[in-house]
């Protein structure tokens, strides 16, 4: 029996966020932060593997009130700091700059003694994690979930530009869950009709693919695609959206089917949104969301 439900591989980020109307938050981020507190907080047995400047970040310290979480903290010369800018209430629309990024994984810094169930990677930028992670892992005896924002969003010149992943088609077939939001399903595929570009990226290789969408969230599995609203009733904790979606989705799916795995969730990040920060509250706040809304 595995150790852990799944493996959560990712920097830590310093953000700056700056809201559309000014405010401003500093705060610590980053997809394995959002993505640890939502699969833990509904009660999955998490592994994370951070990286930062363990000199200037406490790594252990920024899971410290999830439950369910056992750290490896791992050490880089730099932490990955960035600035993010919404320019809208939705925000839909931001620009985000970079101050510096982190040595890339490497698969010697995976623990031997970690057994996951799912090796999730979550990185912020090109680099992060490259290519071959993704291969290890299933050598390691693991499903592989990707968020494809670690393969197509790239630091340059101290902004953030997008880029199609050269690799896509040679490891896409590896990949158990492949997660893309609505923007990064069009650079991969060239279409913007989300049911086109999920069937086009099972078509490569990849198992079960997720579209996150401002309005819905989109599953294909190669036979039927399933869809669920969104309802959050404010959108003051947006950052985070994608992270939270597909950790507690992948989570689940180890023993729900995809409706039910997908239903909770949207409600989860339906939920998490109407507050900043990554989801601090727990299952029986869920399932009670889950019975108004959905």
């Known amino acids: 029996?595995?150790?852990?439900?799944?493996?959560?591989?990712?920097?830590?980020?310093?953000?700056?966020?700056?809201?559309?109307?000014?405010?401003?938050?500093?705060?610590?981020?980053?997809?394995?932060?959002?993505?640890?507190?939502a699969a833990a907080n509904i009660g999955h047995k998490i592994a994370v593997l951070p990286k930062a400047d363990t000199t200037k970040v406490d790594l252990k310290a920024a899971f410290a009130k999830a439950p369910n979480i056992t750290v490896f903290p791992?050490?880089?010369?730099?932490?990955?700091?960035?600035?993010?800018?919404?320019?809208?209430p939705d925000r839909e629309r931001r620009t985000s700059t970079v101050d510096s990024v982190i040595d890339p994984y490497q698969p010697c810094e995976v623990p031997e003694e970690i057994d996951a169930k799912i090796w999730h990677l979550a990185?912020?930028?090109?680099?992060?994690?490259?290519?071959?992670?993704?291969?290890?892992?299933?050598?390691?005896?693991?499903?592989?979930?990707?968020?494809?924002?670690?393969?197509?969003?790239?630091?340059?010149?101290?902004?953030?530009?997008?880029?199609?992943?050269?690799?896509?088609?040679?490891?896409?077939?590896?990949?158990?869950f492949l997660k893309t939001d609505a923007a990064e399903a069009e650079i991969l595929t060239g279409t913007d009709d989300?049911?086109?570009?999920?069937?086009?990226?099972?078509?490569?290789?990849?198992?079960?693919?997720?579209?996150?969408?401002n309005s819905e969230v989109l599953v294909y599995d190669g036979k039927d695609i399933y869809t669920c609203p969104i309802k959050a009733r404010n959108l003051s904790g947006r950052t985070g959206r994608g992270d939270t979606t597909f950790a507690s989705y992948i989570n689940e799916r180890l023993t729900q089917d995809i409706p039910t795995a997908l239903k909770t969730a949207t409600a989860l990040v339906s939920l998490k949104m109407?507050?900043?920060?990554?989801?601090?509250g727990t299952r029986e706040d869920l399932d009670a969301y889950m019975k108004e809304f959905f």
């Open 274 to 280: 109407e507050t900043p920060g990554p989801y601090m």
């Open 123 to 176: 990185g912020l930028v090109g680099g992060d994690i490259p290519d071959e992670m993704i291969p290890y892992a299933v050598s390691r005896g693991a499903m592989v979930a990707v968020d494809v924002q670690t393969m197509l969003r790239w630091a340059e010149n101290g902004g953030m530009v997008y880029h199609d992943w050269a690799a896509k088609k040679e490891m896409l077939p590896y990949i158990r």
């Open 1 to 37: 029996m595995s150790q852990f439900e799944s493996l959560i591989i990712g920097e830590i980020a310093e953000d700056t966020n700056v809201d559309y109307d000014g405010t401003t938050i500093q705060a610590i981020g980053g997809a394995v932060y959002y993505s640890g507190f």
């Open 74 to 88: 791992v050490h880089s010369t730099h932490s990955f700091v960035t600035k993010n800018v919404y320019h809208t």
């Open 194 to 213: 989300r049911v086109a570009a999920a069937k086009m990226l099972y078509d490569w290789g990849a198992k079960e693919v997720l579209i996150t969408h």
